[in-house]
């Protein structure tokens, strides 16, 4: 199963449910809706990519290939931007 964490240099806000994540090297921020936050937070709490796609398309009306096209979409641009990393091995 593939995991993902949010590096330690990055901080996470929360503010009425949606996040902020900044990446204090470059100084670069990200801000998440509350989905996108749900997601980061399920993420960086050790829940694997398939577990996460598995508990929003039991939350939400919404087309399975959109469903993964849209989680695959965020999880590769926090990735291109440093605020999200696989993890090589999980537990």
Known sequence: MLHFKIPDNILLQEV???MVLLNVNNGEYFKLN???AFIVNELNQ???YSEVFDTLKAQFAIEENTLKSDL???VQNLQEHYLLQPEPSHP
């Open 46 to 48: 050790g829940k694997s």
């Open 34 to 36: 509350r989905v996108g």
């Open 72 to 74: 695959d979409d965020l």
């Open 16 to 18: 009425q449910g949606e």
